[in-house]
Protein backbone atom coordinates (compact mmCIF):
# COMPACT_ATOMS: atom_id res chain seq x y z
CA UNK A 1 0.00 0.00 0.00
CA UNK A 2 1.73 3.60 -0.92
CA UNK A 3 2.03 5.66 1.92
CA UNK A 4 0.15 8.30 2.71
CA UNK A 5 0.54 11.68 3.17
CA UNK A 6 1.31 11.97 7.33
CA UNK A 7 0.48 15.89 7.51
CA UNK A 8 -2.84 14.56 6.19
CA UNK A 9 -5.59 14.89 8.80
CA UNK A 10 -8.44 12.33 9.83
CA UNK A 11 -11.16 14.55 8.56
CA UNK A 12 -9.42 15.34 4.99
CA UNK A 13 -8.17 11.20 4.93
CA UNK A 14 -11.56 9.88 5.56
CA UNK A 15 -13.49 12.56 3.34
CA UNK A 16 -15.61 13.97 6.20
CA UNK A 17 -16.06 17.36 4.99
CA UNK A 18 -16.05 19.07 8.40
CA UNK A 19 -12.97 20.55 10.14
CA UNK A 20 -11.56 20.51 13.50
CA UNK A 21 -14.17 22.99 14.95
CA UNK A 22 -17.26 20.85 13.56
CA UNK A 23 -16.05 17.37 15.00
CA UNK A 24 -15.95 15.52 18.54
CA UNK A 25 -12.38 14.60 18.44
CA UNK A 26 -8.94 15.88 17.76
CA UNK A 27 -8.80 15.97 13.89
CA UNK A 28 -5.25 14.75 14.51
CA UNK A 29 -2.65 14.21 11.22
CA UNK A 30 -2.85 10.21 10.42
CA UNK A 31 1.25 9.66 11.06
CA UNK A 32 2.32 12.67 13.08
CA UNK A 33 1.25 14.21 16.42
CA UNK A 34 -0.69 17.04 17.82
CA UNK A 35 0.67 18.97 20.33
CA UNK A 36 -1.94 18.26 23.20
CA UNK A 37 -2.06 15.73 26.14
CA UNK A 38 -4.77 13.92 27.19
CA UNK A 39 -5.29 15.51 30.85
CA UNK A 40 -6.93 13.04 33.59
CA UNK A 41 -7.87 16.60 35.36
CA UNK A 42 -10.22 17.25 32.68
CA UNK A 43 -11.96 13.77 32.82
CA UNK A 44 -12.28 14.36 36.58
CA UNK A 45 -14.19 17.20 36.13
CA UNK A 46 -16.89 15.88 33.21
CA UNK A 47 -19.96 14.76 34.68
CA UNK A 48 -20.86 11.63 31.90
CA UNK A 49 -21.00 8.34 32.34
CA UNK A 50 -18.00 7.49 29.65
CA UNK A 51 -15.32 10.41 31.77
CA UNK A 52 -16.81 8.18 35.03
CA UNK A 53 -15.81 4.89 33.47
CA UNK A 54 -12.23 6.45 32.71
CA UNK A 55 -11.81 7.80 36.23
CA UNK A 56 -12.47 4.38 37.65
CA UNK A 57 -10.25 2.41 35.49
CA UNK A 58 -7.43 5.24 36.26
CA UNK A 59 -7.89 4.89 40.00
CA UNK A 60 -8.50 1.25 39.57
CA UNK A 61 -5.48 1.13 38.21
CA UNK A 62 -2.95 3.63 40.03
CA UNK A 63 -4.09 1.98 43.33
CA UNK A 64 -3.21 -1.52 41.81
CA UNK A 65 0.29 0.03 41.24
CA UNK A 66 1.09 1.64 44.56
CA UNK A 67 -0.53 -1.71 46.25
CA UNK A 68 2.34 -3.85 44.61
CA UNK A 69 4.78 -1.23 45.24
CA UNK A 70 4.02 -1.20 49.07
CA UNK A 71 3.81 -5.23 48.75
CA UNK A 72 7.12 -5.54 47.25
CA UNK A 73 5.65 -7.35 44.15
CA UNK A 74 8.22 -6.07 41.09
CA UNK A 75 7.11 -8.62 38.66
CA UNK A 76 3.49 -7.45 38.71
CA UNK A 77 3.99 -3.76 39.10
CA UNK A 78 6.94 -4.09 36.43
CA UNK A 79 3.93 -6.17 34.35
CA UNK A 80 1.26 -3.07 34.63
CA UNK A 81 3.80 -0.67 33.62
CA UNK A 82 5.55 -2.07 30.39
CA UNK A 83 2.21 -2.59 29.15
CA UNK A 84 1.75 0.94 28.55
CA UNK A 85 3.48 1.39 25.45
CA UNK A 86 2.07 3.70 23.06
CA UNK A 87 2.08 2.39 19.08
CA UNK A 88 1.42 5.51 18.18
CA UNK A 89 -2.39 5.22 17.68
CA UNK A 90 -3.38 8.39 19.31
CA UNK A 91 -1.59 11.07 18.03
CA UNK A 92 -1.12 13.34 20.89
CA UNK A 93 2.33 14.17 22.24
CA UNK A 94 5.62 16.04 21.37
CA UNK A 95 7.06 13.96 18.42
CA UNK A 96 8.79 15.87 15.89
CA UNK A 97 8.59 13.93 13.28
CA UNK A 98 5.99 10.96 12.62
CA UNK A 99 4.03 9.67 15.68
CA UNK A 100 6.46 7.63 18.30
CA UNK A 101 4.77 7.48 21.70
CA UNK A 102 6.67 8.01 24.75
CA UNK A 103 4.80 6.30 26.96
CA UNK A 104 6.77 3.50 29.06
CA UNK A 105 7.33 0.63 27.63
CA UNK A 106 9.86 -2.63 28.70
CA UNK A 107 13.07 -0.63 29.39
CA UNK A 108 11.46 2.58 30.69
CA UNK A 109 9.39 0.52 32.64
CA UNK A 110 11.90 -0.61 35.00
CA UNK A 111 13.50 2.63 35.42
CA UNK A 112 10.19 4.45 36.70
CA UNK A 113 9.40 1.35 38.89
CA UNK A 114 12.89 2.04 40.90
CA UNK A 115 11.89 5.66 40.74
CA UNK A 116 8.43 4.80 42.53
CA UNK A 117 10.50 2.11 44.71
CA UNK A 118 13.17 5.02 45.91
CA UNK A 119 10.79 8.17 46.11
CA UNK A 120 9.68 9.28 49.62
CA UNK A 121 6.62 10.13 48.01
CA UNK A 122 5.61 6.27 48.16
CA UNK A 123 5.64 6.35 51.71
CA UNK A 124 4.41 9.73 52.62
CA UNK A 125 1.02 9.17 50.83
CA UNK A 126 1.36 12.40 48.14
CA UNK A 127 0.77 9.75 45.58
CA UNK A 128 -3.22 9.43 45.00
CA UNK A 129 -3.21 9.62 41.09
CA UNK A 130 -1.30 9.29 38.40
CA UNK A 131 -0.86 12.98 38.10
CA UNK A 132 1.13 13.45 41.18
CA UNK A 133 3.63 11.14 39.58
CA UNK A 134 4.48 14.15 37.41
CA UNK A 135 5.44 16.13 40.66
CA UNK A 136 7.46 13.74 42.24
CA UNK A 137 8.66 11.12 40.46
CA UNK A 138 12.07 11.72 38.33
CA UNK A 139 11.80 11.51 34.54
CA UNK A 140 8.00 11.44 34.73
CA UNK A 141 6.46 14.53 32.71
CA UNK A 142 3.34 15.40 31.38
CA UNK A 143 3.54 13.39 27.82
CA UNK A 144 3.97 10.42 29.56
CA UNK A 145 1.50 10.62 31.74
CA UNK A 146 -0.73 11.70 29.12
CA UNK A 147 0.53 8.34 27.14
CA UNK A 148 0.12 6.35 29.63
CA UNK A 149 -3.85 7.83 31.12
CA UNK A 150 -4.44 6.89 26.71
CA UNK A 151 -3.19 3.18 27.79
CA UNK A 152 -5.10 2.78 30.86
CA UNK A 153 -8.08 3.70 29.14
CA UNK A 154 -7.74 2.06 25.74
CA UNK A 155 -10.91 0.35 25.95
CA UNK A 156 -13.83 3.49 26.64
CA UNK A 157 -11.32 5.21 23.75
CA UNK A 158 -11.76 2.08 21.57
CA UNK A 159 -16.02 2.13 22.14
CA UNK A 160 -15.55 6.25 21.36
CA UNK A 161 -13.80 5.40 18.61
CA UNK A 162 -16.20 3.49 17.23
CA UNK A 163 -19.23 5.57 17.80
CA UNK A 164 -17.98 8.70 16.39
CA UNK A 165 -16.66 6.55 12.91
CA UNK A 166 -20.87 5.55 12.77
CA UNK A 167 -21.53 9.01 13.91
CA UNK A 168 -19.14 10.22 11.10
CA UNK A 169 -19.39 7.33 8.78
CA UNK A 170 -15.84 6.46 8.95
CA UNK A 171 -15.22 2.93 7.45
CA UNK A 172 -14.01 0.27 10.86
CA UNK A 173 -11.45 -2.27 9.41
CA UNK A 174 -12.71 -5.31 11.51
CA UNK A 175 -10.24 -7.77 13.23
CA UNK A 176 -7.69 -5.22 14.03
CA UNK A 177 -5.49 -5.38 16.91
CA UNK A 178 -6.87 -3.62 20.17
CA UNK A 179 -3.79 -3.19 21.69
CA UNK A 180 -3.62 -3.92 25.77
CA UNK A 181 -6.67 -3.40 27.46
CA UNK A 182 -6.16 -2.88 31.34
CA UNK A 183 -9.28 -5.40 32.85
CA UNK A 184 -10.11 -3.83 36.69
CA UNK A 185 -11.49 -7.29 37.57
CA UNK A 186 -8.78 -9.34 36.80
CA UNK A 187 -5.86 -6.77 37.51
CA UNK A 188 -4.79 -7.75 33.98
CA UNK A 189 -3.81 -6.60 30.55
CA UNK A 190 -5.58 -8.28 28.06
CA UNK A 191 -5.94 -8.09 24.03
CA UNK A 192 -8.92 -8.22 21.77
CA UNK A 193 -9.56 -7.84 18.08
CA UNK A 194 -11.99 -5.18 17.41
CA UNK A 195 -13.39 -2.83 14.33
CA UNK A 196 -11.37 0.82 14.07
CA UNK A 197 -10.88 2.74 11.29
CA UNK A 198 -7.02 2.19 9.65
CA UNK A 199 -4.57 3.84 7.67
CA UNK A 200 -1.19 3.32 6.29
CA UNK A 201 0.13 4.39 9.10
CA UNK A 202 -1.90 1.88 11.18
CA UNK A 203 -4.80 1.98 13.50
CA UNK A 204 -5.89 5.23 15.24
CA UNK A 205 -7.81 5.60 18.27
CA UNK A 206 -9.82 8.58 18.61
CA UNK A 207 -9.51 11.12 21.83
CA UNK A 208 -12.52 13.64 22.32
CA UNK A 209 -10.75 17.24 22.70
CA UNK A 210 -13.37 18.07 25.09
CA UNK A 211 -10.28 16.09 27.36
CA UNK A 212 -7.25 17.63 25.82
CA UNK A 213 -5.47 20.62 26.38
CA UNK A 214 -2.52 22.49 25.54
CA UNK A 215 -0.68 22.25 28.78
CA UNK A 216 -1.13 19.79 31.94
CA UNK A 217 -3.12 21.11 34.62
CA UNK A 218 -0.49 19.39 36.83
CA UNK A 219 3.08 20.88 36.39
CA UNK A 220 6.27 20.40 38.43
CA UNK A 221 7.52 23.75 37.69
CA UNK A 222 4.71 25.62 38.41
CA UNK A 223 3.97 23.66 41.60
CA UNK A 224 7.17 24.07 42.93
CA UNK A 225 7.74 27.86 41.46
CA UNK A 226 4.32 29.47 42.42
CA UNK A 227 3.02 27.27 45.55
CA UNK A 228 6.00 25.49 47.31
CA UNK A 229 8.31 28.09 47.29
CA UNK A 230 5.67 30.82 48.67
CA UNK A 231 4.83 28.40 51.54
CA UNK A 232 8.44 27.87 52.16
CA UNK A 233 9.00 31.49 51.92
CA UNK A 234 6.01 31.97 55.00
CA UNK A 235 7.95 29.35 56.80
CA UNK A 236 11.21 30.77 56.78
CA UNK A 237 9.75 34.26 58.09
CA UNK A 238 7.93 32.75 61.11
CA UNK A 239 10.75 30.88 62.28
CA UNK A 240 13.01 33.83 61.71
CA UNK A 241 15.34 31.41 60.06
CA UNK A 242 19.20 32.66 58.80
CA UNK A 243 17.39 32.84 55.33
CA UNK A 244 15.02 36.24 56.73
CA UNK A 245 16.77 39.49 55.43
CA UNK A 246 15.66 42.70 57.59
CA UNK A 247 15.12 45.20 54.66
CA UNK A 248 15.73 49.32 55.48
CA UNK A 249 11.93 50.19 55.90
CA UNK A 250 11.70 47.27 58.73
CA UNK A 251 10.16 44.55 56.34
CA UNK A 252 11.46 41.16 56.07
CA UNK A 253 11.64 38.62 52.88
CA UNK A 254 13.05 35.67 51.64
CA UNK A 255 14.46 35.24 48.54
CA UNK A 256 13.40 32.12 46.27
CA UNK A 257 16.85 31.96 44.86
CA UNK A 258 18.30 31.33 48.84
CA UNK A 259 15.61 28.46 49.07
CA UNK A 260 16.20 26.97 46.02
CA UNK A 261 20.11 26.64 47.05
CA UNK A 262 19.68 25.72 50.52
CA UNK A 263 16.84 23.40 49.63
CA UNK A 264 17.31 22.10 46.31
CA UNK A 265 15.00 21.86 43.34
CA UNK A 266 15.02 18.26 41.97
CA UNK A 267 11.64 16.68 42.66
CA UNK A 268 13.12 14.84 46.00
CA UNK A 269 13.25 18.32 47.68
CA UNK A 270 9.77 18.68 46.01
CA UNK A 271 9.00 15.65 47.79
CA UNK A 272 10.48 16.61 51.07
CA UNK A 273 8.92 20.08 51.34
CA UNK A 274 5.43 18.92 50.51
CA UNK A 275 5.59 16.53 52.92
CA UNK A 276 6.70 19.78 55.49
CA UNK A 277 3.57 22.12 54.00
CA UNK A 278 0.93 19.22 52.98
CA UNK A 279 -1.95 21.71 52.83
CA UNK A 280 -0.02 23.43 49.53
CA UNK A 281 -0.43 19.87 47.66
CA UNK A 282 -3.94 20.18 49.05
CA UNK A 283 -4.68 23.44 47.73
CA UNK A 284 -3.36 22.77 44.70
CA UNK A 285 -5.14 19.87 43.49
CA UNK A 286 -8.26 22.26 44.77
CA UNK A 287 -7.22 24.60 42.24
CA UNK A 288 -6.23 22.00 39.23
CA UNK A 289 -9.60 20.76 39.79
CA UNK A 290 -11.33 24.14 39.85
CA UNK A 291 -10.09 25.72 37.37
CA UNK A 292 -8.85 22.93 34.85
CA UNK A 293 -10.85 24.02 31.70
CA UNK A 294 -11.33 22.38 28.05
CA UNK A 295 -9.10 23.26 24.84
CA UNK A 296 -11.52 25.50 23.35
CA UNK A 297 -11.88 25.51 19.44
CA UNK A 298 -9.94 28.99 18.58
CA UNK A 299 -6.92 27.23 20.50
CA UNK A 300 -6.81 23.96 19.24
CA UNK A 301 -6.86 25.24 15.79
CA UNK A 302 -4.10 27.86 16.44
CA UNK A 303 -1.89 24.83 17.77
CA UNK A 304 -2.27 22.49 14.82
CA UNK A 305 -1.88 25.83 12.59
CA UNK A 306 -5.27 25.80 11.03
CA UNK A 307 -7.60 28.26 10.01
CA UNK A 308 -9.90 29.89 12.97
CA UNK A 309 -13.38 28.31 13.00
CA UNK A 310 -15.84 30.02 10.61
CA UNK A 311 -19.38 30.27 12.72
CA UNK A 312 -20.66 32.85 10.25
CA UNK A 313 -20.53 30.15 7.37
CA UNK A 314 -21.10 27.55 9.47
CA UNK A 315 -24.63 29.78 10.01
CA UNK A 316 -25.36 30.64 6.58
CA UNK A 317 -24.82 26.81 5.34
CA UNK A 318 -28.23 26.54 7.53
CA UNK A 319 -29.53 29.88 6.25
CA UNK A 320 -29.21 28.95 2.33
CA UNK A 321 -31.06 25.94 2.27
CA UNK A 322 -34.70 25.48 1.30
CA UNK A 323 -37.28 24.90 3.59
CA UNK A 324 -38.75 21.45 2.98
CA UNK A 325 -38.86 17.81 3.56
CA UNK A 326 -36.69 17.27 0.01
CA UNK A 327 -33.66 19.12 2.45
CA UNK A 328 -34.31 17.95 5.78
CA UNK A 329 -31.13 15.74 5.69
CA UNK A 330 -29.25 18.08 4.81
CA UNK A 331 -30.73 20.72 7.10
CA UNK A 332 -30.07 18.37 10.22
CA UNK A 333 -26.05 17.96 9.12
CA UNK A 334 -26.09 21.74 8.96
CA UNK A 335 -27.50 22.32 12.16
CA UNK A 336 -25.89 20.10 13.72
CA UNK A 337 -22.69 21.08 12.39
CA UNK A 338 -23.09 24.33 13.50
CA UNK A 339 -24.58 23.57 17.33
CA UNK A 340 -21.79 21.20 17.68
CA UNK A 341 -19.04 23.93 16.97
CA UNK A 342 -20.87 26.53 18.79
CA UNK A 343 -21.67 24.81 21.66
CA UNK A 344 -18.65 23.29 22.54
CA UNK A 345 -16.99 22.19 25.01
CA UNK A 346 -20.38 22.38 26.81
CA UNK A 347 -22.14 19.99 24.51
CA UNK A 348 -19.63 16.52 23.77
CA UNK A 349 -20.72 13.22 22.60
CA UNK A 350 -22.65 13.61 19.68
CA UNK A 351 -25.36 10.90 18.60
CA UNK A 352 -27.60 11.38 15.33
CA UNK A 353 -30.90 9.84 15.44
CA UNK A 354 -30.15 8.06 19.50
CA UNK A 355 -32.97 5.33 19.60
CA UNK A 356 -34.62 4.93 22.76
CA UNK A 357 -37.27 2.46 23.97
CA UNK A 358 -36.28 -0.68 22.61
CA UNK A 359 -35.64 1.29 18.77
CA UNK A 360 -39.28 3.05 18.81
CA UNK A 361 -38.10 6.64 19.05
CA UNK A 362 -35.49 8.36 17.57
CA UNK A 363 -33.85 11.39 18.47
CA UNK A 364 -32.19 13.40 15.93
CA UNK A 365 -29.65 14.62 17.77
CA UNK A 366 -28.06 13.52 21.14
CA UNK A 367 -25.38 15.52 23.21
CA UNK A 368 -23.79 14.53 26.13
CA UNK A 369 -23.90 17.93 28.51
CA UNK A 370 -20.31 18.24 30.35
CA UNK A 371 -20.30 22.16 30.40
CA UNK A 372 -18.36 23.54 33.48
CA UNK A 373 -19.34 26.76 32.87
CA UNK A 374 -22.32 29.14 30.92
CA UNK A 375 -26.02 28.43 30.10
CA UNK A 376 -25.72 24.20 30.21
CA UNK A 377 -23.75 24.30 33.03
CA UNK A 378 -26.46 26.37 34.80
CA UNK A 379 -29.20 23.79 33.08
CA UNK A 380 -27.70 20.81 34.79
CA UNK A 381 -27.25 22.58 38.30
CA UNK A 382 -30.93 23.11 38.37
CA UNK A 383 -33.00 20.65 36.10
CA UNK A 384 -32.12 17.53 34.85
CA UNK A 385 -30.25 17.41 31.59
CA UNK A 386 -27.07 14.79 31.66
CA UNK A 387 -27.78 14.98 28.11
CA UNK A 388 -29.07 18.06 25.65
CA UNK A 389 -31.63 16.45 22.75
CA UNK A 390 -32.06 18.18 19.52
CA UNK A 391 -34.97 17.82 17.47
CA UNK A 392 -34.47 19.69 14.08
CA UNK A 393 -37.72 20.68 11.58
CA UNK A 394 -36.66 21.64 7.84
CA UNK A 395 -40.85 22.02 6.68
CA UNK A 396 -42.70 25.44 6.33
CA UNK A 397 -46.08 24.04 8.98
CA UNK A 398 -46.12 26.07 12.08
CA UNK A 399 -44.30 24.37 14.54
CA UNK A 400 -47.45 22.60 17.35
CA UNK A 401 -48.15 20.35 19.88
CA UNK A 402 -47.54 17.55 17.70
CA UNK A 403 -43.96 18.44 17.27
CA UNK A 404 -43.57 19.59 20.97
CA UNK A 405 -44.99 16.07 22.14
CA UNK A 406 -42.66 14.40 19.66
CA UNK A 407 -39.91 16.21 21.78
CA UNK A 408 -41.14 15.53 24.77
CA UNK A 409 -41.97 12.02 24.13
CA UNK A 410 -37.87 11.59 24.53
CA UNK A 411 -37.09 12.87 27.43
CA UNK A 412 -36.76 11.05 30.90
CA UNK A 413 -35.53 12.24 34.10
CA UNK A 414 -32.11 9.68 33.77
CA UNK A 415 -31.32 10.93 30.32
CA UNK A 416 -32.29 14.31 30.16
CA UNK A 417 -35.74 16.54 30.63
CA UNK A 418 -34.22 19.80 28.33
CA UNK A 419 -34.05 19.81 24.30
CA UNK A 420 -34.10 21.99 21.48
CA UNK A 421 -36.54 22.18 19.12
CA UNK A 422 -34.82 23.76 15.63
CA UNK A 423 -37.08 25.20 13.32
CA UNK A 424 -37.36 28.02 10.45
CA UNK A 425 -39.45 30.13 11.20
CA UNK A 426 -42.59 30.83 14.18
CA UNK A 427 -45.79 32.72 12.87
CA UNK A 428 -47.20 32.60 16.49
CA UNK A 429 -44.21 32.69 18.46
CA UNK A 430 -46.53 33.84 21.71
CA UNK A 431 -48.58 30.73 20.90
CA UNK A 432 -45.53 28.14 20.81
CA UNK A 433 -44.18 29.68 24.19
CA UNK A 434 -47.36 29.14 25.86
CA UNK A 435 -47.42 25.52 24.81
CA UNK A 436 -44.14 25.02 25.96
CA UNK A 437 -44.78 26.78 29.25
CA UNK A 438 -47.82 23.95 29.51
CA UNK A 439 -45.29 21.32 28.99
CA UNK A 440 -43.18 22.67 31.83
CA UNK A 441 -45.87 22.88 34.09
CA UNK A 442 -47.16 19.25 33.15
CA UNK A 443 -43.46 17.97 34.47
CA UNK A 444 -42.92 16.70 30.41
CA UNK A 445 -39.29 18.49 29.92
CA UNK A 446 -38.05 21.88 29.15
CA UNK A 447 -38.11 23.05 24.89
CA UNK A 448 -36.34 25.59 23.90
CA UNK A 449 -37.86 26.42 20.20
CA UNK A 450 -35.10 27.81 17.86
CA UNK A 451 -35.29 29.17 14.63
CA UNK A 452 -33.27 30.98 12.01
CA UNK A 453 -33.59 34.30 13.87
CA UNK A 454 -32.27 32.80 16.84
CA UNK A 455 -29.41 31.14 15.40
CA UNK A 456 -28.20 33.96 14.12
CA UNK A 457 -28.26 35.77 17.81
CA UNK A 458 -26.60 32.74 18.95
CA UNK A 459 -23.63 32.61 16.81
CA UNK A 460 -23.48 37.04 17.19
CA UNK A 461 -23.47 36.45 21.11
CA UNK A 462 -20.82 33.70 21.17
CA UNK A 463 -18.93 35.98 18.17
CA UNK A 464 -19.65 39.00 20.90
CA UNK A 465 -18.13 36.98 23.92
CA UNK A 466 -14.87 35.97 22.83
CA UNK A 467 -16.45 32.48 22.85
CA UNK A 468 -17.61 32.36 26.26
CA UNK A 469 -20.64 30.14 26.80
CA UNK A 470 -23.49 32.58 28.48
CA UNK A 471 -25.80 32.46 25.36
CA UNK A 472 -28.62 35.27 27.15
CA UNK A 473 -31.34 34.17 24.74
CA UNK A 474 -31.30 30.37 25.83
CA UNK A 475 -31.10 31.63 29.47
CA UNK A 476 -34.48 34.01 28.34
CA UNK A 477 -36.21 31.46 26.72
CA UNK A 478 -35.73 28.84 30.02
CA UNK A 479 -37.10 31.35 32.36
CA UNK A 480 -40.20 32.16 30.38
CA UNK A 481 -41.13 28.35 31.11
CA UNK A 482 -39.95 28.45 34.62
CA UNK A 483 -41.88 32.05 35.69
Not at 107 to 114: F, G, H, P
Not at 420 to 443: I, P, W
Request: glycine letters at 6%; one cysteine or more.
Amino acid sequence: MRKANAAVRVSKYFNLDRDQSTLDFVDVPIGKDVKVFLDPSRLRTMDSQWAAECNSLLQHFFETLLSHLKEGDDAAGLSMLEHLTEKNEFHLGLSKGLSDGRAFGPAYAKKVWLALKNSKARHSGLLQDIEDTCLFVEGIGPDRISDAVCNIIRGPLIKYTQDMCNYYGIKLTPDVDSGPIWDPNLDVWHDELVPLPTTPYGKILFVPKVTVRHRMAYDYSDYFRHHLLPAMQASEKLTNSALVILLKNGNVRVTKKDLREKYGVDKLAVVTQTIRHPGVLDAYRSEKQRTSRPISNQTLTEVEDLPSPDYKSLLQSVLALPVGNDSSGAYENAVEKLLSALFYPSLSFPEKQHKIHDGRKRIDIKYANVATTGFFHWAHQHYPCAHIFVECKNYGNEIGNPELDQLAGRFSPSRGQVGLLVCRSVRNQEKLTRSCVDTAKDNRGYILSITDDDLRILVQEYLQSSGEHIFRILRQKFEKLVM
